[in-house]
């Protein structure tokens, strides 16, 4: 059974970072594309950025380009999500996502791409 785990979020002030991790378990990780989403309150998901099973390329949503890094290491089973420059707007719940084919480019955009969810982290950015 494939397990995500996030962690790392909380209040920040705005221009602030934060990091956060995902941890997997369940199956080779190292073999599968990751996905970062966030869901704004009132708002529906939507995606933040991607890597692909060998962490060659990422992907990212236009609102986060340039502040936000996706990164994995795959001796630890872990995704990361580095923070920068955060804005109030960046204020949601943050998903970890896994993709279900092996050796994906990770270029995803749409959740209906990912079989697997943690259970979201909330990132809360004061202004």
């Known amino acids: 059974q494939v397990q995500l785990v996030e962690s790392g979020g909380g209040l920040v002030q705005a221009g602030g970072s934060l990091r956060l991790s995902c941890a997997t378990s369940?199956?080779?990780?190292?073999?599968?594309?990751m996905g970062w989403f966030r869901q704004p309150p009132g708002k529906e998901r939507e995606f933040v950025a991607a890597i692909s099973w060998n962490g060659d390329n990422t992907y990212y949503a236009d609102s986060v380009k340039g502040r936000f890094t996706i990164s994995r290491d795959n001796t630890k089973n872990t995704v990361y999500l580095q923070m920068n420059s955060l804005k109030p707007e960046d204020t949601a719940v943050y998903y970890c996502?896994?993709?279900?084919?092996?050796?994906?480019?990770?270029?995803?955009?749409?959740?209906?791409?990912?079989?697997?969810w943690g259970q979201g982290t909330q990132v809360t950015v004061s202004s």
């Open positions: 996502a896994a993709d279900s084919r092996k050796y994906s480019s990770g270029r995803y955009f749409d959740e209906k791409e990912y079989s697997y």
């Open positions: 369940g199956r080779t990780f190292s073999r599968y594309g």
